[in-house]
Every structure is written in structure tokens, then in C-alpha cells.
């Protein structure tokens, strides 16, 4: 690289695909010359990787561009890509007049050359679906050096009435078997011992040979894996294949993100969500029984076109029940295009219930986790070291196979490595602990 080499900086929102979708970008770009930064200010090209999820989601994007504008060096390529830019397309080419690339999630191949023709002044979109589309000879630039993001699938095929994510991301594809383990070697020898497997629905994985379960067997016996998770999976989806796999493959950690998003069959229903109240708690059960120390965490709406007093007390009652680690909450955000917002206009649920119904489910939420943390103070776990903690003061921040996040004394040097802790206060939520040192195994008696 010569200092004439173009910078690219990019902005992700959203999951953790569009994580790994702007790794997979940035190693496209580093291919064809470029030296990725992580300042907007003096980049020659800049990307912002969308979220469509909620319209929080994007209008945060849309301010975010207009101080982008105002910010960036004369002439810089600015480019949206991601859901956002697949669910508008040429409405962003409209709005923003400093955009000139808008890709969507099956088009990045073509960015290198999208940008060349914005260097000549045009302005493009590549929104079109690639079900052939896995990027399998990009080299991701990664951000992280703990756990890898590893893609196994990508689109959607479910039908969720409030969902956006079909629309933008297209029918569902699993990449072959082999290539996921071979990306999972390669991070291996970069020194990662931590996976993490991508895909909408991602215990559906079937490459047309191969199902989630020897997906999880093939990645576990790679050599140097220490530890793997996936997300997101679908609650009723997981067969006794999958379970028997996860509780014998040691890797396979001890933790399930489980979108549950109502506890009411009736929602449930309206959402088309394939099982009903009764189908998730039987899954819960299924998935307990064959992983041993199990946590769970979930994702929730409230607020979903229908949804009365007595279906959110049903709610209350799952996540009572069921005893979620955490839970992301969301209320019902209406994306145009999708089925749910088509119903009934008596159906909505004003805003004021909708944020009452958080409050207290959040509420809820707190209680148990806190109560369950409590109870945890003074237990023993492995730990991987992940990073330097955000409130600083010597601390890393590391997590335990069954997802704590636990803040312990340390500096960068502790990154990456595996360390027995004890944990000796919380906050309700995260943990702190102490490195328990090992005593030498006693020599064996003669
Ligand atoms: N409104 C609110 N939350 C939504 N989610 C998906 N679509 C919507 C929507 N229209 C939530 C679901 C999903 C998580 C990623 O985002 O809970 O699991």
C-alpha cells in the first residue's frame, strides 16, 4: 500500500450480519486497493451499512448522513448500503443528494466498480437478489479478534407479518458446509477460538446436503475451537438432531438466543409465528433438558396490532416462567410493505399502552435477572477475555460460555485469553469477578 491508496471508512448499524456484511465489504474493497479507517473525516469513501428493522433504525440514518455531509472531505464518495438501501433504492438516490452508491445486501461484489463510476459522476443502485450469493472468495477485514462472525446463511424464507428482513434481504440460502469450515479454519489460524454462526433463522441451515446439526458437528471438530454460538435461531425449529448435537459437540456453548416476541398464542398467530405459546415453552423445555446450564435470552414487541391487556399478562407470564438471562424489547415499529400493516386500523395499539407494556415488561425483565444474578455471586467460570472495558479504569470486559458479561481487573494483554474467575458483585445485570488462580494438580502418590 502507498499513501495514494483511497480510504474507505464504514458505519454499520443493525445485527450482526450487517457486521459481517462490512467485513465482507471492507475485504472486497481491500482487494482492489483500499486502506480502511475509522474516522469519516478525510475518507475518500464512505459507507454507511443499514438497518431497516425499525423506523428508529433508519431515521437515525438519515441524520447521520446529513452530519456525514456536513463533516467529510470535498469530493468524497458517500454510499448507503445494506436493508435501508434495498428497502428505498432510488428514494435515497432522491433525498440525499450526496449519495451516489445505494447497494443492498446481495450486492456488494459490485461496489469497487460502483464507486469508480461515482468518481466519473454517476450515481447507482444495485438492488437486485443473487440467491447464488455467499461472497465466497471475498477475504472479511475483521473487526473483532476474539470471535469471528461467520454467515452460514443469508435471507429469509419465514413469513412474520411485522418483519421488514424478507423484503431486504431476499430468500433464504445456506452456504455449503465445507465453506463454513473452511472460513472457521481460517480464523482459527488467525487465532480466534471463538465462532459465531449467522443466519436469520439459522437452526434451518441446509445446504441441501447438510442440516444445523452437522453444521455444529463439523465446525466443532475443527482443531482449535474453543468455543461456538449462532444466532438468530427459530424457537420451534430446533429438531432432536440439533439438540443431541448441541449437547455433545463441547464447543457448543451453553447459551440460546431465542426470539420469543409474544407469549400470547393469539399474537403469536397474527404475527405467523409458527408455534404458539405452549409450542415455545415445550422448545424451552426440549432445549433445557438437553443442554445442561443453559441460559436463554429472547426478543420481545409489545404493541403488535391486536395485542390486548390479557395478551400482555400472557406475555409476563412466559418470561416468568421461562426466566430469560436478558431480553431485547421492542415496541411494534410498522415497516410499509409488510402484512402487518394491513390490518385493521382498530387493531393498533396507541403509543401510550405500547410504552406502558415496555415499562413494565422491562420491569420484569430486570427483576428476574437481578434475582438470578444474585444467586450466581461467588460461583466460579471459564471466561473468554473479549476487551477492554467501555467504562474503562483497568477493567476488561469478558463473557462466560453461558453469555454473562463479567468485568474483571486487566489490561489489552488479557484479550483473547481464557481465565477462571470468580464472580464477586453485580449489577443486576453485568457482572464483576475476580481471576481465581489454579492450584498445581498434586503430583500423583506412587
Ligand atoms: N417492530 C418492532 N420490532 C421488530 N422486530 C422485527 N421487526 C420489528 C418491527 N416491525 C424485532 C423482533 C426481532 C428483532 C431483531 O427485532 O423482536 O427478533
Not at 211 to 224: K, M
Amino acid at each position: 500500500m502507498t499513501d495514494t491508496s483511497p480510504t474507505v471508512y464504514v458505519e454499520t448499524y443493525g445485527c450482526q450480519m450487517n457486521v459481517s456484511d462490512s467485513e465482507l465489504m471492507l475485504g472486497n474493497l481491500a482487494a482492489h486497493g483500499y486502506v480502511a479507517v475509522d474516522h469519516p473525516d478525510g475518507a475518500d469513501v464512505i459507507l454507511v451499512n443499514t438497518c431497516a428493522i425499525r423506523e428508529h433504525a433508519e431515521t437515525r440514518v438519515i441524520g447521520r448522513l446529513g452530519e456525514l455531509r456536513r463533516n467529510m472531505k470535498p469530493g468524497a464518495i458517500v454510499g448507503v448500503t445494506g436493508c435501508m438501501a434495498q428497502r428505498l433504492g432510488p428514494q435515497l438516490l432522491e433525498k440525499a443528494k450526496h449519495v451516489s452508491v445505494v447497494i443492498g445486501p446481495d450486492g456488494y461484489r459490485a461496489l469497487p466498480a460502483l464507486i469508480d463510476g461515482a468518481r466519473r459522476g454517476e450515481r447507482a443502485i444495485a438492488t437486485t437478489f443473487d440467491l447464488e450469493e455467499h461472497y465466497e472468495d471475498f477475504t472479511p477485514r475483521r473487526f473483532d479478534k476474539v470471535k469471528a462472525w461467520i454467515p452460514v446463511q443469508r435471507g429469509c424464507d419465514y413469513k412474520c407479518t411485522y418483519c421488514i428482513v424478507p423484503t431486504t434481504r431476499g430468500p433464504e440460502r445456506s452456504r455449503k458446509l465445507l465453506d463454513v469450515v473452511r472460513e472457521t479454519e481460517a480464523v482459527v489460524a488467525e487465532g480466534m477460538s471463538e465462532v459465531v454462526l449467522l443466519g436469520q433463522t439459522v437452526n434451518s441451515y441446509d445446504d441441501g446436503e447438510f442440516d444445523f446439526a452437522d453444521l455444529l458437528r463439523a465446525v466443532g471438530r475443527v482443531d482449535g475451537v474453543r468455543r461456538i454460538r449462532f444466532t438468530s435461531p427459530y424457537p420451534n425449529d430446533f429438531t432432536d438432531r440439533v439438540i443431541a448435537a448441541m449437547g455433545e459437540v463441547d464447543a457448543v456453548c451453553e447459551h440460546v438466543h431465542l426470539p420469543m416476541q409474544s407469549g400470547s398464542s393469539r399474537v403469536l398467530k397474527r404475527m405467523l409465528r409458527r408455534y404458539n405459546r405452549e409450542g415455545f415453552i415445550e422448545s424451552v423445555a426440549k432445549l433445557r433438558a438437553g443442554i445442561p446450564g443453559l441460559s436463554l435470552t429472547t426478543d420481545v414487541i409489545v404493541g403488535f396490532p391486536g395485542e390486548t391487556d390479557e395478551d400482555f399478562e400472557e406475555t409476563l407470564d412466559v418470561v416468568r416462567e421461562v426466566g430469560f438471562a436478558e431480553a431485547f424489547t421492542f415496541k411494534f415499529s410498522p415497516r410499509a410493505g409488510t402484512p402487518a400493516t394491513r390490518m385493521p386500523a382498530e387493531l393498533t395499539v396507541s403509543d401510550e399502552v405500547a410504552s406502558e407494556r415496555l415499562a413494565r415488561l422491562v420491569d420484569t425483565i430486570r427483576t428476574i435477572a437481578r434475582a438470578a444474578n444474585m444467586r450466581e455471586l461467588g460461583r466460579r467460570y471459564e471466561v473468554l477475555v473479549e476487551k477492554e472495558a467501555r467504562r474503562g479504569g483497568d477493567l476488561v470486559q469478558a463473557r462466560t460460555r453461558d453469555f454473562k458479561t463479567v468485568l474483571i481487573p486487566g489490561d489489552a494483554a488479557l484479550i483473547g485469553r481464557y481465565l477462571n474467575v470468580e464472580l464477586t458483585g453485580t449489577t443486576g445485570s453485568t457482572f464483576t469477578g475476580q481471576i481465581v488462580r489454579e492450584r498445581q494438580p498434586l503430583p500423583m502418590a506412587g
